[in-house]
């Protein structure tokens, strides 16, 4: 792999790789192995154009298992805001020797301009890019059903997954349907008319504006973030309505199967899309999610940047 | 390629292996062994079956060394391979590593850093089927099946039933 970009970039048996990588650390990891000298001397950017609790955190935490050295820019409180370019930005931090720049941006398709345009030859991985692409999300969210469903190790034939809320937006709906569907797995979206985009029949999954027809046939039910600060029109008349037609309530999680999954990217509204019941709830494996993320993105970075890259003798 | 090893012979080397294994530590307290992927594994998996013949059976895992090679960055990213420890952990332990070929040393030195993110053995011992030669390490083996002087090009071939269908041992010219 040179660069990650879009879940479009690789096949389902390079995605497959990646999660076993992943296993194959978490194991270690979760011993006593704290830290493994892999990437010492590899040094990673964090470029930041996008607010980011998790995704940042996660990054960081898995270069640092990895020994890897890690420098974080976000654009707030940077010369981005004197107006400096993404191309200069980059240039800069290549020239204090990063070796792979992960990058979150508002705009749909930063990440591919940065690592084709010729800019940089740095290493380049997606961690969100405006409503496009968000790789890193997708191959956790499929490590996590993964694991919850062994049987499913590798092909997800037979498993439902229903994608829940503002399709519209969502960068990690599109990453995860074109995994998930990539792996075997049957999708659904489901949201208000408003929040499903345009030709999103072309994605390969099918598509309900009606979730209490579909959620208890569903193995995982992934409930995606109302992202208000996207919220440039009305979408939805009100958050109650909202609430009370694709929110995860208490109802709704009564009839779920007994041995299906909630998931969320985070960071949850509670009582907007999901109640604070589900989220809480043992069917919830939000924070697994997040523990998984970490052993996923030290694959990513294993695979980008363990072996020979450009600049080595 | 010529074979200096057959299955007889190996059999035979793993065998004395296994008595000189309970000769060095006075019978098999504490002593877990612990294989190197791919074929140090099966090799490892072998000789607790003669220790259980002989002996007592003990604790056998594999340790993956990929993530502490030091020539990582000549080639293109290693795949991952399974480590299983066992229950019992390393520490305090007599380990013996078991690895096929020792050449240049550097999998042993690679292996000793993992064991010391894992814990501290009370010692380490090493068992190899074949010692070639040329090392580029202050490294020796405890317990070598066979010693096959070879030229540096050349290249010896581990073949074990359980991973390749037949039991040999070849050197041959690369």
Same mark, same amino acid.
């Given at each position: 792999?040179?660069?990650?970009?879009?879940?479009?970039?690789?096949?389902?048996?390079?995605?497959?790789? *990646?999660?076993?990588?992943?296993?194959?650390?978490?194991?270690?990891?979760?011993?006593?192995?704290?830290?493994?000298?892999?990437?010492?001397?590899?040094?990673?950017?964090?470029?930041?154009?996008?607010?980011?609790?998790?995704?940042?955190?996660?990054?960081?935490?898995?270069?640092?298992?990895?020994?890897?050295?890690?420098?974080?820019?976000?654009?707030?409180?940077?010369?981005?805001?004197?107006?400096?370019? /993404?191309?200069?930005?980059?240039?800069?931090?290549?020239?204090?020797?990063?070796?792979?720049?992960?990058?979150?941006?508002?705009? &749909?398709?930063?990440?591919?301009?940065?690592?084709?345009?010729?800019?940089?030859?740095?290493?380049?991985?997606?961690?969100?890019?405006?409503?496009?692409?968000?790789?890193?999300?997708?191959?956790?969210?499929?490590?996590?059903?993964?694991?919850?469903?062994?049987?499913?190790?590798?092909?997800?034939?037979?498993?439902? *997954?229903?994608?829940?809320?503002? *399709?519209?937006?969502?960068?990690?709906?599109?990453?995860?349907?074109?995994?998930?569907?990539? /792996?075997?797995?049957?999708?659904?979206?489901?949201?208000?008319?408003?929040?499903?985009?345009?030709?999103?029949? &072309?994605?390969?999954?099918?598509?309900?504006?009606? /979730?209490?027809?579909?959620?208890?046939?569903?193995?995982?039910?992934?409930?995606?973030?109302?992202?208000?600060?996207?919220?440039?029109?009305?979408?939805?008349?009100?958050?109650?309505?909202?609430?009370?037609?694709?929110?995860?309530?208490?109802?709704?999680?009564?009839?779920?199967?007994?041995?299906?999954?909630?998931?969320?990217?985070?960071?949850?509204?509670?009582?907007?899309?999901?109640?604070?019941?589900?989220?809480? &709830?043992?069917?919830?494996?939000?924070?697994?999610?997040?523990?998984?993320?970490?052993?996923?993105?030290?694959?990513?970075?294993?695979?980008?940047?363990?072996?020979?890259?450009?600049?080595?003798? | 390629?010529?074979?200096?090893?057959?299955?007889?012979?190996?059999?035979?080397?793993?065998?004395?292996?296994?008595?000189?294994?309970?000769?060095?530590?006075?019978?098999?307290?504490?002593?877990?062994?612990?294989?190197?992927?791919?074929?140090?594994?099966?090799?490892?998996?072998?000789?607790?079956?003669?220790?259980?013949?002989?002996?007592?059976?003990?604790?056998?895992?594999?340790?993956?060394?990929?993530?502490?090679?030091?020539?990582?960055?000549?080639?293109?990213?290693? %795949?991952?391979?399974?480590?299983?420890?066992?229950?019992?952990?390393?520490?305090?332990?007599?380990?013996?590593?078991?690895?096929?070929?020792?050449?240049?040393?550097?999998?042993?030195?690679? %292996?000793?850093? %993992?064991?010391?993110?894992?814990?501290?053995?009370?010692?380490?011992?090493?068992?190899?089927?074949?010692?070639?030669?040329?090392?580029?390490?202050?490294?020796?083996?405890?317990?070598?099946?066979?010693?096959?002087?070879?030229? %540096?090009?050349?290249?010896?071939?581990?073949?074990?039933?359980?991973?390749?269908?037949?039991?040999?041992?070849?050197?041959?010219?690369?």
């Amino acid at each position: 792999m040179q660069n990650l970009l879009s879940i479009d970039d690789i096949t389902a048996s390079q995605a497959l790789n *990646i999660l076993d990588t992943a296993k194959e650390l978490s194991r270690l990891t979760e011993g006593s192995v704290k830290k493994l000298p892999t990437l010492r001397g590899r040094t990673i950017v964090n470029l930041f154009f996008e607010d980011s609790t998790r995704t940042r955190l996660s990054f960081e935490a898995a270069a640092k298992r990895l020994s890897a050295d890690v420098i974080n820019f976000s654009a707030k409180g940077s010369s981005v805001s004197k107006g400096e370019s /993404l191309k200069d930005t980059a240039q800069t931090l290549e020239a204090m020797g990063a070796d792979l720049m992960v990058i979150r941006h508002p705009a &749909s398709g930063a990440a591919h301009l940065l690592a084709n345009s010729g800019w940089i030859s740095a290493k380049v991985v997606n961690a969100g890019d405006g409503t496009h692409q968000h790789p890193s999300q997708a191959l956790l969210d499929a490590y996590t059903i993964r694991d919850h469903f062994p049987e499913h190790r590798n092909d997800f034939t037979g498993l439902h *997954i229903a994608i829940v809320g503002d *399709i519209l937006h969502s960068r990690v709906a599109r990453s995860n349907a074109a995994l998930l569907t990539s /792996l075997g797995a049957r999708v659904t979206v489901v949201g208000p008319a408003t929040l499903l985009p345009l030709g999103v029949e &072309s994605w390969g999954v099918s598509v309900s504006y009606n /979730l209490d027809e579909i959620i208890e046939h569903c193995d995982a039910v992934m409930m995606l973030r109302v992202q208000s600060e996207r919220m440039n029109a009305s979408f939805f008349p009100s958050e109650r309505e909202y609430a009370r037609d694709y929110g995860l309530t208490r109802s709704r999680l009564g009839s779920m199967k007994p041995t299906s999954i909630i998931m969320h990217p985070g960071p949850m509204n509670r009582g907007l899309e999901i109640c604070a019941e589900a989220a809480d &709830s043992p069917r919830s494996v939000v924070l697994k999610q997040v523990k998984n993320g970490i052993s996923v993105r030290m694959a990513i970075l294993y695979l980008l940047l363990g072996g020979s890259i450009e600049g080595d003798n | 390629m010529s074979i200096v090893l057959e299955k007889s012979d190996i059999d035979r080397s793993l065998k004395r292996i296994a008595h000189e294994i309970i000769e060095r530590n006075h019978g098999l307290e504490d002593v877990i062994l612990l294989g190197i992927p791919t074929r140090g594994v099966t090799l490892a998996q072998r000789i607790t079956a003669f220790l259980a013949d002989i002996e007592v059976p003990i604790p056998c895992g594999s340790l993956d060394i990929t993530l502490y090679r030091d020539d990582l960055r000549t080639r293109p990213p290693r %795949a991952i391979v399974e480590t299983q420890l066992p229950l019992s952990g390393i520490e305090g332990k007599r380990v013996v590593l078991v690895d096929d070929v020792l050449f240049s040393g550097r999998t042993i030195r690679a %292996a000793l850093d %993992a064991l010391t993110e894992l814990g501290r053995p009370q010692s380490v011992q090493l068992a190899v089927l074949v010692d070639r030669g040329h090392r580029e390490l202050p490294i020796r083996a405890d317990f070598v099946g066979k010693n096959i002087p070879t030229n %540096a090009k050349e290249i010896v071939k581990v073949q074990l039933e359980e991973i390749d269908g037949i039991d040999q041992v070849e050197v041959g010219a690369r």
